[in-house]
């Protein structure tokens, strides 16, 4: 196989999100499980995942408020950035099984 051949390959793989780092796959994974929240990333855009951060943006204060908390998380996981996540606020509001979700993060963090 040509090596242009096999790039294109390897692209459309990628693109098609067969092929995704460990990173990629664990967050993918793990946000199946907040299905309003997974809805503001697109695991298949051409040019790799992609979050609609604008959207998320938008829409986060319209949102549960446990899940709003879980959003925000997610966004600064994406984006390596802590904008408006509150760790204090997510410990007082979130339900064990979402605090755990987080410590778990903290125990292994990764970087999609």
């Known amino acids: ?3 242009a051949a096999l790039l294109a390959l390897v692209s459309e793989s990628f693109r098609k999100g067969l092929l995704m780092s460990a990173e990629l796959r664990r967050f993918m994974n793990e946000i199946e499980n ?3 929240i997974m809805a503001y990333w697109d695991f298949e855009a051409d040019g790799g995942a992609e979050c609609h951060t604008r959207d998320l943006d938008d829409d986060v204060d319209r949102m549960s408020h446990g899940n709003a908390i879980m ?3 997610f966004r600064a996981v994406w984006t390596h950035q802590n904008e408006d996540f509150d760790f204090i606020e997510a410990c007082s509001v979130l339900d064990e099984s979402n605090r755990r979700f987080i410590i778990n993060f ?3 963090p990764y970087w999609p």
Do not use: D, I, N
Request: proline share 8%.
């Open 71 to 73: 959003a925000r998380f």
């Open 1 to 3: 196989m040509k090596f």
């Open 34 to 36: 907040f299905p309003q």
């Open 106 to 108: 903290m125990e292994r």
